[in-house]
């Protein structure tokens, strides 16, 4: 069952501000059921549902293809808020979100028309997931296979991270061609032979429908290859976008553990014995604890906003080499650090009660899960050195796909 039909989508919204207060609108809920779905692993299908048919694909859709016309700050700002609510439900928007990106950048002879198709599609509420990376061979390598037969085609193999692909209406792959090139395309989630499975078993992020896809022999119409977005080995504003979401995601944690600190402060806590206080929330250091994760929380929010600043101004520049360069340079710099403070908020959260912290029932543990996984996607080291590189020698980051 698709999507818009078990929530039918709401009129495109006329501005970002309207959509914003109608995502908004849906968060309280979401929230309020995010521990115990992450404790009894119960994969939030409504909660996608529910803010795909309110339009949270559409941020970025143009004014003349009917959307908002968002900016990517606009993005940035939706996906902060609802991280800060459940995590797994932003991260499983991220192949939806950057397929927007994608089209936006895309350069190809058919981008126009593929444009036209899809933004109706997402303006209808549709979801998009991804069948992405393989396990063994080289990191990046590609084994599935795409060969033709007659006027279609036919994709076998295995994907080991699919995010989002569980909840989504379709499905986007990339496999060998013939040639040994890679060919992208895209397939409706009841395609025969497509087979989804939740089997994704990281310690973090369990929710975020990110296990295994298999390719039966799956049928592949010619209209269903997507034109590439971007030549191999040459730098695309689409990346530092898909990393600044990651950084987002983890400056989410970081509120969502302010959230829980001080609720958990207020509702359960109680003093220690040699405490000046009579209640937790007047013991100096449970306020420290909380003021702690509010600065980091604070920091990680205003590193991901200004990187989102810096995607804008590429844009405007009309994607000069330059202005993408040092996009991808602020956004590695906002992505080190906010991972640190996510981590080490989601660590402090504990300082603000005893025992009863580590409780089960609370699963306040979900917080540091969630951000070590999100952190693990891509090496900070390499961050760091990267940047250190282009100030010492001038040395632009890597086209590697995580800069």
């Known amino acids: 069952m698709s999507t818009f039909q078990r929530f039918p989508s709401q009129p495109p919204a006329a501005d970002v501000t309207t959509l914003k207060a109608r995502i908004g609108a849906l968060l309280p809920a979401i929230g309020a059921g995010a521990a115990q779905r992450e404790r009894e692993r119960q994969l939030p299908h409504g909660a996608i549902a529910q803010l795909a048919a309110a339009g949270v694909y559409t941020v970025r859709i143009p ?15 939706v996906l902060l808020s609802i991280a800060a609510v459940d995590s797994n439900v932003a991260q499983a928007l991220r192949p939806g979100l950057a397929f927007v990106e994608g ?7 058919n981008a126009a028309a593929e444009r036209e198709r899809w933004f109706a599609r997402l303006l209808e509420g549709a979801v998009i997931g991804n069948a992405g990376w393989e396990l063994g061979g080289a990191n990046g390598a590609i084994a599935a296979r795409l060969v033709r037969e007659g006027e279609h085609f036919r994709a076998s ?12 209406d379709y499905v986007s792959a990339v496999a060998l061609d013939e040639h040994e090139r890679p060919v992208s395309f895209i397939l409706p989630r009841g395609r025969e032979g497509l087979e989804l499975l939740d089997d994704f078993d990281a310690m973090g992020q369990r929710l975020t429908a990110s296990g295994t896809t298999h390719l039966h022999n799956v049928r592949v119409e010619a209209d269903e290859i997507r034109p590439r977005t971007v030549e191999e080995g040459s730098r695309t504003v689409v990346t530092p976008f898909l990393q600044l979401f990651l950084g987002t995601v983890l400056a989410g944690i970081a509120r969502n553990a302010l959230s829980d600190a001080s609720a958990f402060a207020r509702e359960h806590a109680r003093p220690i014995k040699h405490s000046s206080a009579s209640r937790s929330v007047d013991d100096p250091y449970v306020e420290l604890a909380v003021g702690d994760i509010a600065a980091r929380a604070y920091a990680a929010e205003a ?10 101004r590429a844009w405007a ?10 996009a991808a340079l602020e956004v590695a710099q906002a992505q080190y650090l906010a991972a640190e403070l996510a981590l080490k908020a989601a660590e402090t ?13 609370h699963n306040l543990d979900r917080h540091w899960r969630n951000a070590r996984t999100v952190a693990n996607h891509n090496p900070r080291q390499w961050k ?6 282009w100030h010492l020698k001038g040395t632009p980051p890597p086209v590697s796909g995580l800069f």
Do not use: C, M, N, W
Request: proline letters at 1%; hydrophobic letters at 45%.
């Open 317 to 326: 520049s009309g994607l000069a080499g330059e202005t993408v360069e040092h």
């Open 157 to 168: 193999g295995s994907k080991f991270y699919s995010t989002g692909a569980l909840f989504a």
């Open 384 to 389: 760091a050195a990267v940047v250190g590189a």
């Open 103 to 109: 089209l936006l950048a895309s350069t190809d002879v």
């Open 349 to 361: 959260l504990f300082e603000v009660g005893g025992a009863s912290t580590t409780g089960r029932q």
């Open 303 to 312: 590193l991901v906003l200004k990187a989102a600043a810096a995607i804008d």
């Open 63 to 77: 004014v003349r293809h009917g959307g908002p016309g968002g900016s990517v700050s606009d993005v940035i700002e």
